[in-house]
């Protein structure tokens, strides 16, 4: 495949398919939409042209013009249509969750190494500002080391909307749908932690699913707090950090989304540009440190390795199946009301380890 660029078959063109994957995949060297499979027809045509477009999965999986297939449909599919890109032959991505329970991720882990396929999550917010901004201040030791971590995904969304998403059953939620970025984040900075602890709750009137998610990673050394809310007007810092030596504040989040929302091609001048910079507070008082470019296409960039050269999975399967230990030791922790170890086996997490 090294002659010709990774072709692409979207499964999917709501929100995640038309602002994210569409976008990233036609704005990164090495790789190109082929087909997609979609009801939205007139949609794809307005933003991408004369894109090929299929009515079903299968349609799309018997195509002999896709190397790879992008899973952008509704939560609850994830894992089922994985599995059917995999037994069909096809490289894939899938959106996070990639699958709703720890045997349903061991399922999909599973299929992917029998088929000797590629399969990475959608693990972008890796490639945020803002995260990058602090693990390079973590990773420098400039606050010595830490002690009390906090990620923030807060917004202020007051009324309830009529889709898959905010309904309780089949991955709907603000845990399913924020959990997996937020505990992926701190799973790349500190590693499995010992146990979790959360409270998901219904706060908004009229909400059937949960709208508010507070988790506490337990460590020997440091707790690690990951919030998500959605009555929270005017927001809150997206990271606070602290440590022995001091504490870093990052006020903004990354603005990749907001760009992809308002049009921006992936690339162009100012694409992941944050001008809000990280705030270190110790003794000596405030210091800015300006926060680096983001750039999700570095997903993408790594998933054209892995097929073309055999380079690493930019999300190795065991990093995904830790982040999927850590939603569900959530889910029963908030419905037990107490803290839950990882129901990962020595072998899982000896493989996070390793990778």
């Not at 399967?317 to 029963?332: D, M, P």
């Amino acid at each position: 495949m090294s002659d010709r660029p990774v072709r692409v078959g979207l499964i999917g063109f709501g929100y995640a398919g038309r602002t994210f994957h569409a976008p990233l995949i036609g704005a990164t060297e090495g790789i190109e939409l082929a087909a997609i499979a979609s009801s939205q027809r007139d949609a794809i045509a307005d933003q991408l042209g004369p894109v090929p477009v299929v009515g079903s999965v299968a349609d799309l999986l018997v195509r002999q013009d896709v190397d790879l297939v992008v899973v952008a449909s509704p939560n609850h599919s994830h894992a089922s249509i994985a599995c059917q890109a995999l037994e069909a032959g096809k490289h894939v991505v899938v959106e996070k969750p990639y699958a709703l329970t720890l045997d349903e991720a061991r399922g999909v882990n599973e299929r992917a190494r029998r088929s000797g396929r590629l399969l990475a999550v959608f693990q972008n917010r890796r490639w945020d500002s803002d995260f990058l901004a602090v693990r390079a201040a973590i990773e420098r030791g400039l606050i010595g080391q830490v002690v009390h971590f906090e990620s923030h995904f807060d917004r202020f969304r007051p009324q309830v909307r009529d889709r898959w998403r905010e309904r309780p059953e089949g991955g709907g939620g603000i845990w399913y749908d924020l959990a997996p970025h937020l505990v992926d984040q701190a799973l790349q900075l500190f590693g499995l932690p010992e146990r979790v602890e959360a409270s998901l709750a219904i706060l908004r009137p009229g909400a059937s699913a949960h709208d508010w998610a507070h988790a506490i990673l337990h460590y020997p050394d440091k707790r690690v707090i990951l919030h998500a809310s959605m009555l929270a007007a005017g927001g809150s810092a997206r990271f606070i950090v602290h440590g022995t030596l001091g504490s870093l504040v990052k006020e903004r989040a990354d603005q990749q989304e907001a760009q992809l929302l308002a049009g921006v091609v992936p690339g162009s001048p100012g694409w992941g540009r944050d001008e809000d910079p990280l705030v270190r507070y110790d003794e000596g008082g405030r210091t800015e440190l300006p926060a680096p470019a983001g750039d999700q296409r570095a997903f993408y960039r790594g998933v054209v390795a892995a097929i073309r050269d055999g380079a690493k999975s930019p999300v190795p399967l065991a990093q995904a199946l830790a982040t999927t230990a850590v939603i569900e030791a959530a889910l029963r922790s908030s419905s037990e009301q107490r803290a839950i170890p990882l129901s990962l086996t020595r072998a899982e997490q000896v493989a996070f380890a390793e990778d």
